[in-house]
């Protein structure tokens, strides 16, 4: 059991630990998590070995099929490599290996956390991260602790250990969703009083739910337009339906999703920075500001007043006709940077090493053949998250499959906009959002007892 635990415990460090050196968005902490991982699946092979139950394998067998489809892209980039159709060789090698890092913690999850309370755990730890995150990112921007940054300086807003405040954004979404989610599993079997009100908010349940605030408080910081957005939106949609898939004890759940709404955004949030994010989604302009002006000669001609702020759209324009170039086997995994550079036109100056859209990045990288088998993971991942909530076998279940739907949920909005999926930190952590997914119905009680 030395070697399980040793698991367990290098997995919720790695967890923790991936954000902190800028999301792990450069070379060697990328090379860190692939060395990180394969280590860890030695200990884990080897734990396997001496233990003659079995019991790892009733939930990797549960999630044969996501993790099928993912040594099934991860076989498709290797086809890209080995088979020349990469455009930039090197940029695919450094993918497949981050791509198996990934696979292999989403085997990892589902083979040590099988036990409710490992579960809790690995919730604990992901709140506790993004909770860390949140109160850091604030703290260098309310106080004059600059000195303290981790990269550049944040500009005002809340940005993290992360380069990118949209990033910190996508990663505060995933963990916010674990702890909605915790905090829902929770729950106890009774009916509504309205004392329950005053329980949520100093009971037992209470450190969940200021770790929520402090999220919530980050996340409008940030400023992040797609963000915000994206796990509001997630929060509205999935919390409606969780409501009306669960009819017992309907008015306690929608009083802990309304909560969130209504305490930390209209009520915390206008103290930090909730006017301004406002004003950031009144000001995106899709369209340059044009005015009519009289030159010197008397003619008069069109001039560019403010530019749109919203370059991603060039991007988008310029890298479809990219995609319509290799439909079907793609440019080759992480080579966007190096193939995109002769489509755009004059009015795209700046360097974009990403499209800025997920969805468009990985068509043109991976081509359709990679797309589908990865498009499936995503989407069989979200079904199981649902399941339990349909379902109504448990409380906790039901709870956890809620949070990880909402999590997958709003990072595939945002995904719409963003690029959060080629960010390491951001793509483990969805990985791991995808394997609580499935363990939301797939692991026990405790030791070799199944739950009910």
């Known amino acids: 059991m030395r070697l399980d635990r040793a698991v367990i415990a290098g997995v919720l460090a790695l967890l923790v630990w991936m954000p902190v050196p800028l999301a792990s968005n450069r070379p060697a902490s990328a090379a860190f998590i692939v060395l990180a991982v394969g280590g860890l699946l030695v200990l884990w092979g080897a734990h396997l070995l001496r233990d003659p139950l079995r019991q790892s394998w009733r939930a990797v067998r549960a999630g044969v099929i996501p993790l099928g489809l993912l040594l099934a892209v991860q076989g498709w980039v290797a086809v890209q490599y080995v088979g020349g159709l990469s455009s930039d060789p090197g940029a695919t090698m450094e993918y497949l290996a981050l791509g198996l890092a990934y696979t292999g913690l989403f085997a990892l999850v589902l083979g040590v956390f099988t036990t409710r309370k490992r579960l809790n755990w690995l919730l604990g730890v992901l ?71 005053a329980e949520l908010l100093i009971g037992p349940k209470a450190r969940i739910r200021l770790a929520l605030i402090i999220m919530v408080i980050a996340l409008v910081m940030s400023h992040s337009r797609m963000g915000n957005t994206a796990f509001f939106s997630s929060l509205i949609i999935m919390g409606g339906l969780f409501t009306l898939a669960t009819p017992e004890h309907r008015g306690r759940n929608a009083l802990i999703l309304v909560s969130v709404l209504v305490i930390d955004v209209l009520v915390i949030s206008q103290w930090f920075g909730l006017e301004e994010l406002q004003q950031r989604l ?12 009289e030159d010197d000669s008397g003619a008069t001609r069109e001039v560019v007043v403010r530019r749109e702020n919203v370059d991603r759209d060039d991007v988008f324009a ?86 990880a739907a909402m999590g997958i949920l709003a990072l595939m909005i945002h995904s719409s906009t963003d690029f959060n999926l080629q960010i390491p930190a951001n793509a483990a952590t969805f990985v791991v959002l995808c394997a609580i997914a499935v363990l939301a119905n797939a692991h026990h009680r405790g030791h070799r007892r199944p739950s009910t």
Not at 144 to 170: E, K, P
Not at 287 to 292: F, G, I, N, R
Request: charged share 15%; aromatic share 16%.
């Open 282 to 293: 009144a000001d995106t302009r899709f369209e340059d500001e044009v005015a009519m002006v």
């Open 318 to 403: 310029y890298a479809l006709p990219q995609w319509r170039e290799r439909p079907v086997a793609g440019f080759g995994a992480g080579t966007f940077e190096t193939s995109f550079q002769r489509f755009p036109g004059r009015d795209v100056t700046a360097l974009f090493d990403h499209a800025h859209n997920d969805f468009l990045q990985f068509a043109i990288e991976y081509g359709v053949v990679g797309v589908l088998p990865l498009a499936g993971f995503v989407v069989f991942a979200f079904y199981r998250a649902l399941a339990p909530v349909w379902q109504r076998r448990s409380l906790y279940r039901s709870g956890v499959g809620m949070g």
């Open 127 to 197: 709140v506790v991260s993004g909770t860390l995150q949140a109160f850091y990112g604030a703290l260098l921007v309310l106080t004059d602790f600059s000195w303290l940054a981790i990269g550049s300086d944040s500009g005002g807003v809340v940005s993290g250990t992360f380069v990118n405040r949209n990033h910190l954004a996508g990663y505060l979404e995933m963990t916010l969703a674990c702890g909605i989610g915790w905090m829902l599993a929770l729950r106890e079997d009774r009916d509504f009083r309205w004392h329950h009100l």
